[in-house]
């Protein structure tokens, strides 16, 4: 049995039968589940999570560690660093960044330079750029043609400016990056379901982008909640579309305390009148002093009876 040779010394001759049979440390595991075993073999990860990479989460996506295990550091990801830079993604945020998106340093250069010289084209301006860049880190992936098709969808869809239309995918990067059919269910929701016009859908679209994303289930509570509970007309959900991100939870106990205290009044020609934004922005110590003139503790008593 192999193991039971004796360890030879280093001088002596060895013959080539036994020399095929001594083993040498494999440079890189031949097989592993974790990217972590390969750092202290290659100097590409060592160098990636130096920078702040989180392996852990790099292998959660599909491919990407072994793309990290073909790139080498100078030759393949130094110029990709420096690209990233000269967007405007901060030193300390690079590692955060890529471990969102590892596929970036797969890509070819002159590519993603053609994306952002395409962006620059339609007006961004580079800190405009870097926010998307950073708050959507997919977005250089994705080819002059398909930003172009996408920024034109959200102009012609939502009857959009040009200056309008760049505003709202500053503020929701995403727009572009993500899929395109949750967008028009929800666009078709607002219309056909809740009965908005299509210029208060161009309102409150451009006022919370997020609508655009939301989930249709909780759009329709929501609606329906203070639409036809609360008694809120269209054109005041249409100034207030914020009270759409909020917890139906929070507007249903807020509405019910009002209404218990005889002080739920939606109607702005009213002396009494509560804004939806003050109903579900304030905390509930200010919501409590200011709007409702109660105490938290007959709020907190008054919920337990719901």
């Known amino acids: 049995d192999w193991d039971d040779v004796p360890p030879s010394s280093a001088l002596e001759e060895i013959s080539e039968e036994d020399a095929v049979r001594i083993i040498a440390e ?23 999570v130096h920078l702040g990479v989180d392996l852990s989460q790099v292998e959660k996506h599909q491919k990407a560690g072994q793309l990290l295990l073909t790139l080498d550091f100078e030759k393949d990801i130094k110029k990709i660093l420096l690209f990233l830079k000269d967007v405007g993604v901060e030193d300390n945020q690079l590692g955060p960044f890529l471990t969102k998106n590892p596929y970036i340093l797969g890509e070819d250069l002159e590519a993603l330079e053609t994306r952002v010289a395409y962006l620059k084209s339609k007006k961004f301006g580079k800190a405009e750029i870097a926010q998307m860049v950073s708050r959507a880190p997919y977005l250089l992936l994705f080819s002059v043609e398909r930003l172009d098709n996408r920024l034109g969808f959200f102009k012609n869809e939502l ?59 909780r759009l329709k509570q929501t609606f329906d909640y203070l639409h036809n509970i609360m008694g809120i007309p269209h054109h005041i ?61 007959d709020f907190e008593k008054f919920l337990k009876t719901l």
């Open 159 to 217: 009857g959009l400016s040009v200056k309008k239309t760049k505003d709202l995918v500053i503020r929701l990067p995403r727009l572009l990056t993500g899929k395109l059919e949750p967008v028009k269910e929800n666009l078709q929701v607002c219309r056909i379901e809740l009965g908005f016009q299509r210029n208060e859908i161009q309102q409150i679209v451009f006022k919370t982008p997020k609508i655009l994303t939301a989930s249709k289930k």
């Open 26 to 48: 494999p440079l890189l595991p031949l097989q592993s589940s974790t990217l972590r075993d390969y750092v202290d073999h290659s100097e590409t990860l060592a160098k990636l």
């Open 237 to 297: 959900l249409t100034r207030f579309p914020q009270v759409f991100n909020s917890k139906l939870l929070r507007i249903r106990e807020r509405h019910m305390f009002l209404k218990f205290l005889g002080k739920a009044q939606y109607d702005p020609t009213q002396p009494s009148y509560i804004s939806l934004d003050q109903l579900v922005s304030l905390p509930d110590e200010v919501f409590c002093a200011e709007i409702a003139k109660a105490s938290m503790q």
